[in-house]
């Protein structure tokens, strides 16, 4: 589950710097792996972009597609310089999320890699719709990456829910503290885990589903046994008590206040599967969360094979 024998590095067309190639070469290089660097790019045609003015529509896709294949060549050679294989691929099409969804599916990468920006000033992340698409429907794991740097020797934090509160399997606490464990190994870092129980709010109703709430466990207990299944869970998973944050308030919030308060280089979630109609969910509060994290985000996908 922790190997990462092939990454595949959505680059920025025509971009400067390419925060998700640096992401991962430095994970190429601690894990031994390869890289397969795609860019999807597809340009709506307007008589402006030809140059000269009497060239084909053959010419012209012919000379956008050139430049980045030049590009690609450029950071595979980069790559190589590094000690990392890498090869590059250059496709036309739109939507971009379902060209990189069929790269996928064609390749069989153990990650995917995409630069995602993080703007200080509004605190919200500027996802896309193809990111959200990637963040729903990707069948691998997938690192969104705002700060390649801070992936060396950072903290990193796994957003556990031992109560099983939204649906997620048991199954999936354990992968992230084991992924979060060995990447911390990896690259230097140190492992924390949150979980951010969610008080129940009152719900004011007549007939048995009062009689059903009545019977609820007072919150006290609840709390308690909230904590005490969050802190089993690490210790189960060789994590020290002091790299355990329980908290009782809202997920999207808090897990955002938590990362803040360990200065977390990458934050772990969990996505659930949602067979029915084979989608994946992140879960509405850490969907929430994820806008504003400010730190590179890793979603895993539970029983991910590696």
């Given at each position: 589950m922790?190997?990462?024998?092939?990454?595949?590095?959505?680059?920025?067309?025509?971009?400067?710097s390419?925060?998700?190639?640096?992401?991962?070469?430095?994970?190429?290089?601690?894990?031994?792996?390869?890289?397969?660097?795609?860019?999807?790019?597809?340009?709506?045609?307007?008589p402006?972009?030809?140059?000269?003015?009497?060239?084909?529509?053959?010419?012209?896709?012919?000379?956008?597609?050139?430049?980045?294949?030049?590009?690609?060549?450029?950071?595979?050679?980069?790559?190589?310089?590094?000690?990392?294989?890498?090869?590059?691929?250059?496709?036309?099409?739109?939507?971009?999320?379902?060209?990189?969804?069929?790269?996928?599916?064609?390749?069989?990468?153990?990650?995917?890699?995409?630069?995602?920006?993080?703007?200080?000033?509004?605190?919200?992340?500027?996802?896309?719709?193809?990111?959200?698409?990637?963040?729903?429907?990707?069948p691998?794991?997938?690192?969104?990456?705002?700060?390649?740097?801070?992936?060396?020797?950072?903290?990193?934090?796994a957003?556990?829910?031992?109560?099983?509160?939204?649906?997620?399997?048991?199954?999936?606490?354990?992968?992230?503290?084991?992924?979060?464990?060995?990447?911390?190994?990896?690259?230097?870092?140190?492992?924390?885990?949150?979980?951010?129980?969610?008080?129940?709010?009152?719900?004011?109703?007549?007939?048995?589903?009062?009689?059903?709430?009545?019977?609820?466990?007072?919150?006290?207990?609840?709390?308690e046994q909230?904590?005490?299944?969050?802190?089993?869970?690490?210790?189960?998973?060789?994590?020290?008590?002091?790299?355990?944050?329980?908290?009782?308030?809202?997920?999207?919030?808090?897990?955002?206040?938590?990362?803040?308060?360990?200065?977390a280089?990458?934050v772990?979630?969990?996505?659930?599967?949602?067979?029915?109609?084979?989608?994946?969910?992140?879960?509405?509060?850490?969907?929430a969360?994820?806008?504003?994290?400010?730190?590179?985000?890793?979603?895993?996908?539970?029983?991910?094979?590696?």
């Open positions: 922790n190997a990462l024998r092939n990454i595949l590095v959505l680059m920025e067309p025509g971009a400067e390419q925060p998700a190639f640096d992401a991962a070469i430095t994970l190429a290089k601690r894990y031994g792996s390869s890289l397969e660097l795609l860019i999807a790019v597809f340009q709506d045609l307007h402006a972009y030809f140059e000269p003015m009497t060239a084909t529509l053959l010419e012209f896709h012919d000379s956008i597609m050139a430049g980045h294949r030049a590009m690609l060549e450029r950071y595979v050679a980069q790559a190589g310089e590094e000690g990392v294989g890498a090869i590059g691929e250059a496709l036309w099409g739109t939507p971009f999320h379902e060209i990189v969804l069929a790269r996928v599916a064609a390749t069989r990468p153990d990650l995917v890699v995409k630069y995602s920006v993080f703007h200080n000033r509004v605190e919200r992340t500027l996802f896309t719709g193809s990111d959200w698409h990637l963040i729903r429907d990707c691998v794991p997938l690192l969104l990456v705002k700060e390649p740097a801070r992936l060396v020797g950072a903290r990193m934090l957003c556990v829910d031992p109560t099983h509160a939204h649906d997620k399997p048991a199954a999936l606490d354990v992968q992230l503290l084991q992924r979060g464990a060995t990447l911390a190994h990896r690259l230097g870092g140190e492992l924390h885990a949150v979980h951010v129980f969610s008080v129940p709010a009152p719900v004011g109703v007549i007939g048995d589903a009062y009689i059903a709430s009545a019977a609820m466990a007072p919150v006290e207990q609840s709390v909230a904590r005490k299944a969050c802190f089993d869970l690490a210790r189960v998973n060789g994590l020290p008590a002091d790299h355990v944050h329980f908290r009782v308030g809202v997920p999207a919030r808090d897990i955002v206040a938590q990362a803040r308060e360990i200065d280089g990458l772990l979630m969990g996505a659930v599967s949602r067979r029915r109609l084979e989608r994946w969910f992140v879960g509405s509060t850490a969907e969360a994820l806008d504003r994290l400010p730190c590179n985000v890793w979603v895993e996908k539970p029983g991910v094979p590696g």
